[in-house]
């Protein structure tokens, strides 16, 4: 609006309702001596799930009667002290976990068994753990005889003709690791519970660690001179 003779525009407030524009400009499509083209396509992802797809399905006619996510596999638990109360499936059973599930380290892969010659058991709880996971899968474990077994018979461990007719392939992990959470079970908070001053108490004990020297060389020197004053007034 012009006033008294001079110029002065006025402008209303914006409308706050509409998109802020962002639009982008300078995207490099296609290479160049100045840029290089960063823009990634995927026009091809229908096609490569379907490619996907179809090779599990080759690879579960393949592997007929095994499972088709392989073998199976150790529960170890993750390193560094960060992860490693969290459990995970390893590359292989030891030597010695074998050995406790009485199966033939050289036979162990012909049924489905991942060996790992270089881990080592470190402590006797996964390795129980371990060996129980092994006889429990030799206890649901079918066994097909070899081609040179076939006309003689089933073998020690080979299933009989029942046993291969009812088998089925096992899709998905073999025994699949099972995260249990750990349960809270709640309960009426009494008295005593709430009289206990708990950073008292960590700040108590901490001392108590720390101070644990000066306290020892303290209580002798005390025995010291007690024991020079005895020897004095005798």
């Not at 379907?50 to 996510?69: C, I």
């Not at 499936?89 to 060996?115: C, D, M, P, W, Y």
Request: proline residues 4%; hydrophobic residues 30%.
């Amino acid at each position: 609006q012009a006033q008294g003779g001079s110029t002065n525009w006025s402008f209303g407030m914006p409308n706050f309702r509409l998109q802020i524009p962002n639009a982008h400009f300078h995207k490099h499509w296609h290479d160049s001596a100045s840029h290089k083209g960063r823009i990634v396509t995927w026009f091809n992802q229908a096609a490569r799930k379907h490619r996907r797809r179809e090779a599990r399905l080759a690879k579960a006619q393949r592997v007929f009667p095994r499972p088709v996510s392989g073998l199976l596999r150790p529960v170890v638990h993750c390193q560094t002290i960060r992860y490693n109360s969290k459990k995970r499936a390893g590359k292989g059973f030891t030597l010695e976990e074998l050995k406790e599930a009485k199966i033939n380290k050289r036979e162990a892969r012909s049924i489905g068994v991942a060996v790992d010659y270089r881990r080592k058991n470190r402590s006797e709880e996964s390795k129980r753990e371990n060996v129980a996971r092994l006889e429990q899968y030799k206890s649901n474990l079918i066994v097909f005889p070899k081609k040179s077994n076939r006309k003689k018979g089933p073998t020690g461990i080979d299933a009989s003709k029942d046993e291969q007719a009812k088998a089925e392939q096992y899709i998905g992990d073999v025994m699949p690791i099972a995260r249990t959470k750990p349960a809270v079970t709640p309960y009426k908070i009494t008295d005593a519970d709430k009289s206990k001053k708990v950073f008292y108490t960590l700040r108590v004990a901490r001392t108590d660690a720390k101070m644990v020297g000066k306290r020892e060389v303290r209580k002798k020197k005390a025995a010291e001179a007690e024991a020079e004053k005895k020897k004095q007034t005798v």
